[in-house]
């Protein structure tokens, strides 16, 4: 009879485990959040050029000094993350870019667009929405890591294809200015209260991660409530890092080599993907679509290879990702007509969004739980090499030359060599520590 009752508990402790909760706020927090600044900066490059008269150059200098601003404020943002919380980063997050959103309304020059997206803005998106989020999941869950964050990934891909032709509907019914309020509002209505969920770690609740309970002896009986033998496995395994020992392997510079080139040309293809594609004749609001749909088609990727990435080798599905990635751009490139670019949609957003969920969780199988999000920051600060740059050095081959084509060639070479990187990536074990 007891055996019977121990076994529903277990069965109840699977089913209403935390931090699957933590996993669905997270998701429409990060909806909001990458939908309408990463993504929805694109809606903004042709109203703001035509009203402005501004070049591709100094528009994509705007990415380029959020990213450079997130870069630098990354390794501080983390480890605020991992010293006061993902909740408390949130909630101060959230409201930053709710606001930044509502005085964006006020731009009147290159230098106010600068000061508001570029830097009040980008502190509220790398506080709240870059590492907290990620973060939690990432400590709440090790066996099911893959899965976790493919889900909580997923959040980046619907908001993106849900809120980039949302935003491009409101700027063409009604006027970007309009917009950014509509957007502000929204930012502070939903994933503000969202942000009081999250709890940073299955510790402090009095649980352990993935929901699993680790072998416990009463002071009367001996009684083994664990969920799963090879749960206790994986936590003894698990390797926890700390900063210093994580900058000393030969795994986080290759790892960060990986994501320097993939980085130049995420932010490249997203922010240049509508103006080139309204230069071949593709009317706005069907480009914006061509984005969403982008982003959209990328889900399907987050659940598969974050699915896989439990299974098989992370390094090899994340050289599979960048193939496919480049395969894609190539098409971009060469497409003329709407069932090409559907092509590259297809094509594209698969690769790019299997690598997602796949870079991050392979970050935590690297260097663990502990400092996960100040790594993070860290290894967004060297990213920002290439997501400051590239925006920069397309918008002037563009200027320039008056076409992507040489822009996009490079960004191939780039991506299929960032593949290889990840290929590269050696195994890391726990060090011995005195004590």
Same mark, same amino acid.
């Given at each position: 009879?007891?055996?019977?009752?121990?076994?529903?508990?277990?069965?109840?402790?699977?089913?209403? /485990?935390?931090?699957? *909760?933590?996993? +669905?706020?997270? $998701?429409? =927090?990060?909806?909001? @959040? #990458? !939908?309408?600044?990463?993504?929805?900066?694109?809606?903004?490059?042709?109203?703001?050029?035509?009203?402005?008269?501004?070049?591709?150059?100094?528009?994509?200098?705007?990415?380029?000094?959020?990213?450079?601003?997130?870069?630098?404020?990354?390794?501080?943002?983390?480890?605020?993350?991992?010293?006061?919380?993902?909740?408390?980063?949130?909630?101060?997050?959230?409201?930053?870019?709710?606001?930044?959103?509502?005085?964006?309304?006020?731009?009147?020059?290159?230098?106010?667009?600068?000061?508001?997206?570029?830097?009040?803005?980008?502190?509220?998106?790398?506080?709240?929405?870059?590492?907290?989020?990620?973060?939690?999941?990432?400590?709440? /869950?090790?066996?099911? *890591?893959?899965? +976790?964050?493919? $889900?909580? =990934?997923?959040?980046? @891909? #619907? !908001?993106?294809?849900?809120?980039?032709?949302?935003?491009?509907?409101?700027?063409?019914?009604?006027?970007?200015?309009?917009?950014?309020?509509?957007?502000?509002?929204?930012?502070?209505?939903?994933?503000?209260?969202?942000?009081?969920?999250?709890?940073?770690?299955?510790?402090?609740?009095?649980?352990?991660?993935?929901?699993?309970?680790?072998k416990h002896k009463d002071t009367t009986t001996e009684l083994?409530?664990?969920?799963?033998?090879?749960?206790?496995?994986?936590?003894?395994?698990?390797?926890?890092?700390?900063?210093?020992?994580?900058?000393?392997?030969?795994?986080?510079?290759?790892?960060?080599?990986?994501?320097?080139?993939r980085a130049c040309i995420l932010s490249s293809i997203v922010?240049?993907?509508?103006?080139?594609?309204?230069?071949? @004749?593709?009317?706005?609001?069907?480009?914006?679509?061509?984005?969403?749909?982008?982003?959209?088609?990328?889900?399907?990727?987050?659940?598969?290879?974050?699915?896989?990435?439990?299974?098989?080798?992370?390094?090899?599905?994340?050289?599979?990702?960048?193939?496919?990635?480049?395969?894609?751009?190539?098409?971009?490139?060469?497409?003329?007509?709407?069932?090409?670019?559907?092509?590259?949609?297809?094509?594209?957003?698969?690769?790019?969004?299997?690598?997602?969920?796949?870079?991050?969780?392979?970050?935590?199988?690297?260097?663990?739980?502990?400092?996960?999000?100040?790594?993070?920051?860290?290894?967004?600060?060297?990213?920002?090499?290439?997501?400051?740059?590239?925006?920069?050095?397309?918008?002037?081959?563009?200027?320039?030359?008056?076409?992507?084509?040489?822009?996009?060639?490079?960004?191939?070479?780039?991506?299929?060599?960032?593949?290889?990187?990840?290929?590269?990536?050696?195994?890391?074990?726990?060090?011995?520590?005195?004590?």
């Open positions: 009879m007891s055996a019977d009752i121990i076994s529903r508990l277990r069965d109840r402790s699977r089913r209403s /485990f935390y931090g699957w *909760r933590i996993v +669905a706020a997270g $998701f429409i =927090i990060n909806a909001f @959040g #990458v !939908g309408t600044f990463f993504y929805g900066f694109s809606t903004f490059f042709n109203p703001m050029i035509a009203e402005f008269g501004w070049s591709r150059t100094l528009m994509s200098g705007v990415f380029s000094l959020s990213r450079l601003e997130g870069g630098i404020e990354g390794p501080i943002a983390g480890w605020l993350t991992d010293r006061f919380g993902a909740r408390k980063m949130l909630i101060c997050g959230v409201i930053i870019a709710g606001f930044g959103f509502m005085l964006l309304r006020t731009v009147n020059s290159i230098v106010s667009l600068y000061l508001i997206f570029g830097l009040v803005m980008s502190i509220g998106f790398n506080l709240g929405f870059m590492h907290a989020t990620s973060a939690a999941v990432a400590k709440w /869950f090790v066996k099911k *890591r893959g899965r +976790a964050l493919s $889900f909580l =990934i997923v959040g980046n @891909g #619907v !908001g993106g294809a849900i809120l980039v032709p949302v935003i491009a509907w409101l700027i063409t019914q009604y006027d970007w200015r309009v917009a950014t309020i509509i957007l502000g509002i929204a930012t502070l209505a939903i994933p503000l209260p969202l942000s009081f969920i999250v709890r940073s770690t299955p510790e402090e609740m009095g649980l352990q991660p993935d929901g699993e309970v680790i083994d409530y664990s969920l799963a033998s090879s749960a206790d496995d994986a936590l003894l395994d698990e390797v926890n890092l700390t900063v210093r020992e994580a900058l000393k392997t030969r795994a986080f510079w290759v790892y960060a080599i990986s994501m320097i080139l922010i240049h993907q509508i103006p080139h594609l309204t230069d071949i @004749g593709i009317p706005y609001q069907t480009a914006s679509n061509v984005l969403g749909l982008m982003v959209l088609m990328s889900i399907p990727g987050r659940f598969l290879f974050g699915w896989l990435g439990d299974r098989f080798s992370k390094r090899f599905l994340l050289f599979l990702s960048c193939i496919l990635q480049g395969i894609g751009i190539f098409i971009f490139i060469n497409a003329s007509t709407l069932p090409l670019l559907y092509l590259f949609v297809v094509v594209y957003g698969l690769g790019y969004g299997g690598a997602i969920p796949l870079t991050v969780a392979l970050r935590a199988d690297l260097f663990g739980r502990t400092n996960y999000a100040t790594i993070a920051g860290i290894t967004m600060s060297l990213a920002m090499i290439g997501t400051v740059t590239a925006p920069l050095f397309a918008g002037y081959l563009y200027d320039t030359t008056q076409s992507y084509s040489l822009a996009f060639y490079i960004f191939i070479a780039m991506i299929v060599l960032s593949g290889f990187f990840f290929l590269m990536i050696p195994p890391t074990s726990q060090p011995t520590r005195q004590t």
